[in-house]
T-cell receptor, first 114, second 114 residues
């Protein structure tokens, strides 16, 4: 069955700390991968996406993610977090040829201590 | 450019009633998808429509239905509401359906069923 797992439900960091949020997927065939962010009171926004090519993808606001096919992982990273990064982060996957159905993970709530 | 818009923003209904939610995609986008996000979980795929045809359907009962209009806007209908239908309903639009598709989300309609 297709699924996306985010192992950390709530992560608390201090400003300037480094961030890595885990994401593993189970999906047959070629997969498209996404990270979306939901800031408090705002709607889901696309942080970055991977379709093909360079497995290290860079997104907005200094975020990046690495696609490791052998580990079925697509972890999100940021070298130095800011208070404004406080938000809910969702990893998502979709089939390459039938991308209409995006499967989301359960989300990771990130809290940044000022 | 305007993003995806949804109406209404909030809605309160009682069990057994019917509800219609509306979505206008980003200008130029021909595909609309609907998701249900229950508190504490990631969004779950309900439907996708592309060029007024259903392209995908998630694991939701027949009480849920949708349609897309010639101007690519869409409606989601839910009949015989249950308490468990209380959720944030998200609409997402994309240029196309399928290969290397990227979906952009609206602010959602928060439905409360009493």
């Amino acid at each position: 069955a297709q699924s996306v797992s985010q192992h950390n439900h709530h992560v608390i960091l201090s400003e300037a700390a480094s961030l890595e949020l885990g994401c593993n997927y189970s999906y047959g065939g070629t997969v498209n991968l996404f990270w979306y962010v939901q800031y408090p009171g705002q709607h889901l926004q696309l942080l970055l996406k991977y379709f093909s090519g360079d497995p290290l993808v860079k997104g907005i606001k200094g975020f990046e993610a690495e696609f490791i096919k052998s580990k079925f992982s697509f972890n999100l990273r940021k070298p130095s977090v800011q208070w404004s990064d406080t938000a809910e982060y969702f990893c998502a996957a979709a089939g390459y040829s039938s991308a209409s159905k995006i499967i989301f993970g359960s989300g990771t709530r990130l809290s940044i201590r000022p | 450019d305007a993003g995806v818009t949804q109406s209404p923003t909030h809605l309160i209904k009682t069990r057994g009633q019917q509800v219609t939610l509306r979505c206008s995609p980003i200008s130029g986008h021909k595909s609309v998808s609907w998701y249900q996000q229950v508190l504490g979980q990631g969004p779950q795929f309900i439907f996708q429509y592309y060029e007024k045809e259903e392209r995908g359907r998630g694991n939701f009962p027949d009480r849920f239905s949708a349609r897309q209009f010639p101007n690519y806007s869409s409606e989601l209908n839910v009949n015989a509401l249950l308490l468990g239908d209380s959720a944030l309903y998200l609409c997402a639009s994309s240029l196309k359906s399928g290969e290397q598709e990227t979906q952009y989300f609206g602010p959602g309609t928060r439905l409360l069923v009493l």
